[in-house]
Structure formats: C-alpha cells, structure tokens
C-alpha cells in the first residue's frame, strides 16, 4: 500500500507510511491527508523569496496563439526539475486555451472592479428585480467572473477538479520551494488591429430578402419566438460533457457569455429571451432567423437566387476545404473545420459529405450541398437538450434526401 500511495501523491516513504497509520489503511482518505499536509506547507512557504525559474513559450493552432510565460522559483536546481518544467508547460497551454486577462485578482484595481458592477448593475436593473435582490446577483456574478479572468482561479483544462492555484501549491509541496507564476503574455494573430468592416443587413440579408438580424431591430421584438429551455439531462455522461463544455471558465461558457457578461444561460428565465440580448451583435451565437431565411442565404453560397450569390464557385469550394480535423478546446468533441463553415461529422450530421454549414444552439442547422443543390434551415423555440446531432434535424436530413 505504501508504494501504491507513494505513486499516486509522490510524497516520500515515511510520510506515505504515517498518513495510512493516520486513516487507518484507506487509500483515498490519505491521499488526502498528504495532499493537505502539502498544502500547509505550501502555504508556509509563500513567503519566501523567488527570483530563480524559467520563461518558457508555447505555440498553438499552427502558430495563431503564442504564449509567455515567467515561472518562479527560489533555485536554479529547480528550475531545470522536469516537474517544474512541466508544470509550466500546463500553464502555458491554460493560458493559451482559456485567455486569462491577470495572474491573480490581487491585480484587479478598485475602479476596474467598480466600473464592472456599475455595467452589471445597469444591465441586472432592467429585470425589474429588487435593488437588494439586484445587489447579491451582481455580486456573484462578479465573484464567478473574477474566476474567469484570473489566471490561478481557472479551473485547470486538464482536470477541472483542480484550479492553477491548486496545482501550484501541489508543486511547491512537492519540491519544497517557493514557486510563484509572476506574469505572462498572449499574442493571437491580428488580435488589436483593425479589420475590415462589413454589415450583414446590407451584404447579406437585404438583397436576399431575409429575415434573419445580428442585432435586432426594437420593431421587430414582437415577433421573435421565446426560447423554451430543455429538460435537464439525467444521462451521466451528457451531464459531464456538458459541464465540460460550457461549465464556468470553459472557452464555450466564455464564448455564449460574452465572457461571463450575460448570465444564467440555462435558468428559468433564459437571457435570450430578452430585449437587451436580442438587440447585442453578437454573430458568433446570437442571430435571429427563421427556416425559410437561413436555407435561403446557404442557397446563396452555392448558386443565384433572384439574381444574388454570395459567393462565387472557387471561394465556395475553398470555404469548404477542410482545415481542422480534431478534438475542439472550445466544444470538447472532435470537430472538422472549413474556413469559417463546419463539414460534415458526428457533432453536426448534414445530408451527406460534401455539406457545409454550422449547427446552432438547441439543435438549429444550416448548411448548403452544391453537388445535390441545396440549401437548408431548421430552427426552433424548443430547446434540444444534447451536443451532438439533434434527432428532429436528422429526421429532416433523411426525409430531404429520400425525396431527391
């Protein structure tokens, strides 16, 4: 049993030895014995000086993300450990994955801090709520979001049971050095410049005579559909892909949130069905549409219709080359990517390959086939509750297919 504990915790023979003495032979009750005395130690040792250490890089999605990273210790020895080393490399990935803005909150301002609960404030008062309800929301709402934003409070990508700071601590009770993540940077490639503007309502949706908005106009509130949320999942395993995939400081938490911003995504009274969401331009997970108007704008992809075609036929056959063929950081489950459009898989099943499209929240889907000429559209008010695949959408594919 010692050996067994020793290779799970890689703590030394006699404090393996007197932690099972401790909990009376169970295993996982000094696993968390060390892991505590490790933690104590940890902590003790915070106080101490490190100026020794590394600045490691990483380089991810074929050189689109790059990230560096100063790591601390209190000696050269250390520095050169393969733990050490390693725990920088973890970091380093987080901070590609995850995009944290600071190390810790200890570097959020009092105005930064301010400035964010005055726009929550304003945003929380226009649901008619109690100023003192209002207060508590927005507080939690804050404390999630410091979560989110700071390095060492992130859940760790790799075992969301962990945060950064978790795993920092386990290190230093492992060498028995002070060891600190003093700051980073991350580049993204034309991340800051400006890039060309274009307006949908103008490019898009008017000469086509859709009706479909990024941003919709207050005249046409009334006519939107109200969002009905799904039952929750009982499946084990959906539940823990979900949470994988959108629970708090994942990158698809982050990317329907607007990082956090638009909260209780999920809860009876669903933020998409406001007039504040309704009217954000928010293209990555906010147009408004129906069936008709979506397979319209992909039948503009792939030929005329009434005289407009979006695209010509050798920019849609390089759209839909794939680029990406893998395990996606933001949706979990292995994806294949076009340029902007998604093929053809498991995660959105189209007509048959040669498709591409993209599948919306709830089980919605557009895509166009230029080798069956078709442009399709399914959207709904209900809710699906899965990620991959929506059974009414398939139902659809087949049907369409079938009368071809």
């Given at each position: 049993m010692i050996k067994e504990l020793r290779e799970r915790t890689a703590a030394g023979m006699a404090d393996c030895k007197k932690a099972l003495v401790e909990t009376s032979g169970d295993m996982d009750k000094a696993v968390d014995f060390l892991r505590k005395k490790g933690l104590a130690k940890a902590a003790k040792k915070a106080g101490r000086v490190a100026t020794e250490g590394l600045i490691s890089q990483y380089i991810h999605?074929?050189?689109?993300?790059?990230?560096?990273?100063?790591?601390?210790?209190?000696?050269?020895?250390?520095?050169?450990?393969?733990?050490?080393?390693?725990?920088?490399?973890?970091?380093?990935?987080?901070?590609?994955a995850m995009n944290p803005q600071f190390v810790s909150d200890d570097e959020l301002s009092t105005d930064f801090l301010a400035k964010e609960k005055e726009i929550r404030m304003?945003?929380?008062?226009?649901?008619?709520?109690?100023?003192?309800?209002?207060?508590?929301?927005?507080?939690?709402?804050?404390?999630?979001?410091?979560?989110?934003?700071?390095?060492?409070?992130?859940?760790?990508?790799?075992?969301?049971?962990?945060t950064i700071r978790d795993l920092q601590s386990e290190l230093v009770a492992k060498l028995g050095e002070n060891i600190k993540v003093r700051r980073f940077v991350r580049f993204e490639v034309g991340e800051g410049l400006e890039k060309k503007t274009e307006n949908f309502a103008e490019e898009v949706a008017t000469p086509l005579g859709l009706d479909f908005w990024i941003g919709l106009p207050e005249s046409e509130e009334p006519r939107v559909s109200r969002l009905e949320n799904s039952p929750p999942p009982t499946d084990p395993q959906v539940v823990a892909m979900l949470e994988m995939f959108m629970g708090p400081g994942t990158n698809g938490y982050r990317a329907l949130t607007l990082d956090g911003r638009i909260d209780g995504i999920g809860d009876e009274e669903n933020p998409f069905?406001?007039?504040?969401?309704?009217?954000?331009?928010?293209?990555?997970?906010?147009?408004?549409?129906?069936?008709?108007?979506?397979?319209?704008?992909?039948?503009?992809?792939?030929?005329?219709?009434?005289?407009?075609?979006?695209?010509?036929?050798?920019?849609?056959?390089?759209?839909?080359?794939?680029?990406?063929?893998?395990?996606?950081?933001?949706?979990?489950?292995?994806?294949?990517?076009?340029?902007?459009?998604?093929?053809?898989?498991?995660?959105s099943p189209m007509i048959q390959e040669g498709s591409f499209g993209h599948a919306g929240a709830g089980g919605s889907l557009g895509y166009a086939n230029p080798e069956l000429g078709i442009g399709y559209g399914y959207v709904m008010n209900q809710m699906g509750g899965g990620i991959a695949g929506d059974p009414r959408t398939i139902g659809l594919n087949d049907a369409v297919l079938a009368s071809l």
């Amino acid at each position: 049993m010692i050996k067994e504990l020793r290779e799970r915790t890689a703590a030394g023979m006699a404090d393996c030895k007197k932690a099972l003495v401790e909990t009376s032979g169970d295993m996982d009750k000094a696993v968390d014995f060390l892991r505590k005395k490790g933690l104590a130690k940890a902590a003790k040792k915070a106080g101490r000086v490190a100026t020794e250490g590394l600045i490691s890089q990483y380089i991810h999605g074929n050189g689109r993300i790059g990230v560096l990273l100063e790591t601390n210790c209190e000696t050269d020895f250390v520095a050169r450990n393969d733990d050490f080393i390693a725990f920088t490399r973890d970091v380093s990935m987080q901070i590609a994955a995850m995009n944290p803005q600071f190390v810790s909150d200890d570097e959020l301002s009092t105005d930064f801090l301010a400035k964010e609960k005055e726009i929550r404030m304003a945003t929380a008062r226009e649901t008619g709520k109690p100023e003192k309800m209002l207060e508590k929301i927005v507080d939690g709402q804050l404390k999630k979001w410091k979560k989110e934003i700071c390095l060492l409070d992130q859940p760790w990508v790799k075992d969301d049971k962990k945060t950064i700071r978790d795993l920092q601590s386990e290190l230093v009770a492992k060498l028995g050095e002070n060891i600190k993540v003093r700051r980073f940077v991350r580049f993204e490639v034309g991340e800051g410049l400006e890039k060309k503007t274009e307006n949908f309502a103008e490019e898009v949706a008017t000469p086509l005579g859709l009706d479909f908005w990024i941003g919709l106009p207050e005249s046409e509130e009334p006519r939107v559909s109200r969002l009905e949320n799904s039952p929750p999942p009982t499946d084990p395993q959906v539940v823990a892909m979900l949470e994988m995939f959108m629970g708090p400081g994942t990158n698809g938490y982050r990317a329907l949130t607007l990082d956090g911003r638009i909260d209780g995504i999920g809860d009876e009274e669903n933020p998409f069905n406001t007039r504040a969401v309704h009217a954000t331009e928010m293209p990555a997970a906010n147009g408004i549409t129906n069936a008709s108007s979506l397979a319209r704008m992909y039948a503009a992809t792939i030929g005329d219709v009434d005289g407009v075609r979006l695209i010509d036929h050798d920019t849609m056959q390089a759209a839909r080359t794939e680029r990406v063929n893998g395990p996606d950081l933001t949706l979990i489950m292995p994806t294949r990517i076009a340029a902007g459009f998604w093929l053809q898989n498991d995660l959105s099943p189209m007509i048959q390959e040669g498709s591409f499209g993209h599948a919306g929240a709830g089980g919605s889907l557009g895509y166009a086939n230029p080798e069956l000429g078709i442009g399709y559209g399914y959207v709904m008010n209900q809710m699906g509750g899965g990620i991959a695949g929506d059974p009414r959408t398939i139902g659809l594919n087949d049907a369409v297919l079938a009368s071809l």
